[in-house]
């Protein structure tokens, strides 16, 4: 049975007398207050990497055709999982109330923060009644990753928090905790059909925002009914759930959701990168792997560790099968270790058990925040920053808001992949999209067309003809690269890049 604030400390675990208890728990919460604080203040920059273009594309759409936006890369009337109901209010909020983009991301960002905050606060007190507890664990879920940090959406480490704060996966991932907190909830007392259907419902809004922490979520609950195994009388409702989760799914209208099940095979490249360096970007994580195998001998059905061990099988199979997007069920190994890090670290034992776990874990934390104190850099810029800490800064991207004054919204360019990731951003298409798209079916023709265009020698006719073939009205490419008869300089940006007016 989970214990709940309402139950107390579980059986038979001792706690800290109160004087420097209350001293640490003041100390632990003053830093997971300083890490909040910190990705508030990263959120006013919004630092630019990844798929933060992507987003702010998606948005754009919807902001211009809430009903039927198409394909938010490429001028094509095609469906995207990028469609989700987070990103379609999102999207409302832009068309209401006219504001920039980029500050309905910074919306988002709080939101999704803020969720995550508070899911993670919600469901560390089903594990736990201590008052240091959903502190220590949020320190844990940001720091325990590795010297090699990685970014990723989804993975919840604070360099990589700081880049995808305004992502709909931090939503997601935030939803996710609620989601696991009410299940245990309704796994421990009784719970109605409402309650159930509700979850259900909650089930696959988490899936539709970000499919990836929605097989984390999916994972999370099946450990917790395999760890509660409820009464034959819960397992009708649960059925219930499932199915109006399932329904929901089903009935989404901006893409279909079931279809992404069969598009694993153009993800597999990209992803394979997840299971390298395993031990630079995750070792600051064992001395959770070892709380889970504590956890284990006093209850062999304890949430975390079945959590653990269904996140793990996950990934070992991607890794066996080739299917390397599996990989991205990594938060479902990381998660519960750093929480379990967190638990024992405050309540596993005897007193004296205690204090060692908690300075080893002391150690682990600040090897972490050393790790990822590039996060800095948001904020105070590099320059800013000790060169020792300047070296695990990630500079964010350019972005291209110089071609704004003249490429007015619904316009073609022509681009490289790399500013193809961002163009879009700012309410322009490009011929090929930034990223895989495997709901267009003319990607790799698109792709083929874009090389062609900016292969040295090509001849200017077969160049005219792509422009033709695709409305390009602007090419935007480095200064040097002479990209082709009849264009027209329009402006230059940063890095040497250059702006050209077709049919100049």
Same mark, same amino acid.
């Given at each position: 049975?989970?214990?709940?604030?309402?139950?107390?400390?579980? #059986?038979? =675990?001792?706690?800290?007398?109160?004087?420097?208890?209350?001293?640490?728990?003041?100390?632990?919460?003053? +830093?997971?207050?300083?890490?909040?604080?910190?990705?508030?203040?990263?959120?006013?920059?919004?630092?630019?990497?990844?798929?933060?273009?992507?987003?702010?594309?998606?948005?754009? =759409?919807?902001?211009?055709?809430?009903?039927?936006?198409?394909?938010?890369?490429?001028?094509?009337?095609?469906? /995207?999982?990028? !469609?989700?109901?987070?990103?379609?209010?999102?999207?409302?909020?832009?068309?209401?109330? $006219?504001? /920039?983009?980029?500050?309905?991301?910074?919306?988002?960002?709080?939101?999704?923060?803020?969720?995550?905050?508070? &899911?993670?606060?919600?469901?560390?007190?089903?594990?736990?009644?201590?008052?240091?507890?959903?502190?220590?664990?949020?320190?844990?879920?940001?720091?325990?990753?590795?010297?090699?940090?990685?970014?990723?959406?989804?993975?919840?480490?604070?360099? /990589?928090?700081?880049?995808?704060?305004? !992502?709909?996966?931090?939503?997601?991932?935030?939803?996710?905790?609620?989601?696991?907190?009410?299940?245990?909830?309704?796994?421990?007392?009784?719970?109605?059909?409402?309650?159930?259907? &509700?979850?259900?419902?909650?089930?696959?809004?988490?899936?539709?925002?970000?499919?990836?922490?929605?097989?984390?979520?999916?994972?999370?609950?099946?450990?917790?009914?395999?760890?509660?195994?409820?009464?034959?009388?819960?397992?009708?409702?649960?059925?219930?759930?499932?199915?109006?989760?399932?329904?929901?799914?089903?009935?989404?209208?901006?893409?279909?959701?079931?279809?992404?099940?069969?598009? $694993?095979?153009?993800?597999?490249?990209?992803?394979?990168?997840?299971?390298?360096?395993?031990? &630079?970007?995750?070792?600051?994580?064992?001395? $959770?792997?070892?709380?889970?195998?504590?956890?284990?001998?006093?209850?062999?059905?304890?949430?975390?560790?079945?959590?653990?061990?269904? $996140?793990?099988?996950?990934? %070992?199979?991607?890794?066996?099968?080739?299917?390397? /997007?599996?990989? #991205?069920?990594?938060?479902?190994?990381?998660?519960?270790?750093?929480?379990?890090? %967190?638990?024992?670290?405050?309540?596993? &034992? #005897?007193?004296?058990?205690?204090?060692?776990?908690?300075?080893?874990? +002391?150690? %682990?934390?600040?090897?972490?925040?050393?790790?990822?104190?590039?996060?800095?850099?948001?904020?105070?810029?590099?320059?800013?920053?000790?060169?020792?800490? %300047?070296?695990?800064?990630?500079?964010?991207?350019?972005?291209?808001?110089?071609?704004?004054?003249?490429?007015?919204?619904?316009?073609?360019?022509?681009?490289?992949?790399?500013?193809? =990731?961002?163009?879009?951003?700012?309410?322009?298409?490009?011929?090929?999209?930034?990223?895989?798209?495997?709901?267009?079916?003319?990607?790799?023709?698109?792709?083929?067309?874009?090389?062609?265009?900016?292969?040295?020698?090509?001849?200017?006719?077969?160049?005219?003809?792509?422009? =033709?073939?695709?409305?390009?009205?602007?090419?935007?490419?480095?200064?040097?690269?002479?990209?082709?008869?009849?264009?027209?300089?329009?402006?230059?940006?940063?890095?040497?890049?250059?702006?050209?007016?077709?049919?100049?």
């Amino acid at each position: 049975m989970l214990a709940t604030p309402s139950e107390g400390p579980p #059986r038979g =675990r001792a706690v800290p007398g109160p004087a420097d208890a209350s001293a640490r728990v003041v100390v632990v919460q003053a +830093a997971a207050v300083a890490v909040l604080v910190l990705l508030l203040l990263v959120i006013g920059v919004l630092p630019w990497a990844g798929d933060l273009g992507m987003h702010a594309a998606t948005v754009e =759409r919807l902001r211009h055709h809430l009903l039927r936006p198409g394909n938010p890369l490429v001028d094509a009337d095609t469906p /995207s999982p990028y !469609y989700s109901p987070w990103m379609l209010l999102l999207g409302c909020v832009a068309r209401g109330t $006219g504001v /920039s983009v980029f500050l309905v991301l910074r919306f988002a960002a709080l939101a999704g923060l803020g969720l995550l905050a508070t &899911g993670v606060w919600r469901y560390v007190r089903t594990l736990s009644a201590h008052r240091a507890a959903p502190a220590l664990a949020a320190l844990c879920l940001v720091l325990l990753w590795g010297t090699a940090p990685i970014n990723w959406s989804g993975f919840p480490g604070l360099n /990589s928090l700081a880049l995808t704060v305004s !992502y709909p996966s931090v939503f997601a991932l935030g939803l996710a905790f609620h989601f696991w907190a009410w299940l245990a909830r309704a796994l421990s007392r009784p719970a109605g059909w409402a309650g159930w259907l &509700g979850l259900g419902g909650l089930w696959a809004v988490i899936l539709l925002c970000h499919q990836f922490t929605g097989v984390v979520a999916t994972l999370g609950a099946v450990a917790a009914v395999l760890a509660a195994w409820p009464a034959w009388a819960v397992w009708p409702r649960l059925g219930a759930g499932v199915a109006l989760g399932l329904l929901a799914l089903w009935l989404w209208p901006y893409y279909d959701f079931f279809a992404l099940f069969t598009a $694993g095979a153009d993800l597999e490249a990209v992803h394979r990168a997840l299971y390298s360096d395993l031990a &630079g970007r995750y070792w600051l994580a064992l001395p $959770g792997v070892v709380a889970l195998a504590l956890r284990w001998r006093r209850d062999r059905w304890d949430v975390l560790v079945l959590f653990f061990l269904l $996140g793990t099988l996950m990934c %070992a199979a991607g890794w066996a099968a080739g299917h390397y /997007s599996w990989g #991205r069920a990594a938060p479902a190994v990381l998660i519960p270790a750093q929480l379990a890090a %967190a638990l024992e670290a405050v309540e596993g &034992g #005897r007193r004296a058990m205690r204090r060692r776990r908690a300075w080893v874990l +002391a150690a %682990a934390l600040a090897v972490g925040a050393w790790a990822q104190a590039g996060v800095l850099g948001y904020v105070m810029g590099r320059s800013a920053l000790p060169e020792p800490l %300047a070296a695990h800064y990630t500079p964010p991207w350019t972005g291209y808001g110089w071609i704004t004054p003249y490429v007015p919204y619904g316009d073609v360019v022509m681009a490289r992949t790399s500013a193809s =990731r961002l163009i879009p951003a700012y309410g322009a298409y490009t011929v090929a999209p930034g990223y895989p798209d495997f709901f267009l079916p003319d990607e790799e023709q698109r792709r083929a067309a874009v090389r062609a265009y900016f292969t040295p020698g090509t001849a200017d006719g077969v160049r005219r003809d792509i422009l =033709r073939r695709y409305g390009v009205r602007w090419v935007v490419d480095r200064g040097e690269s002479a990209p082709g008869a009849g264009l027209r300089e329009v402006t230059r940006g940063p890095d040497g890049q250059v702006l050209y007016a077709v049919g100049g």
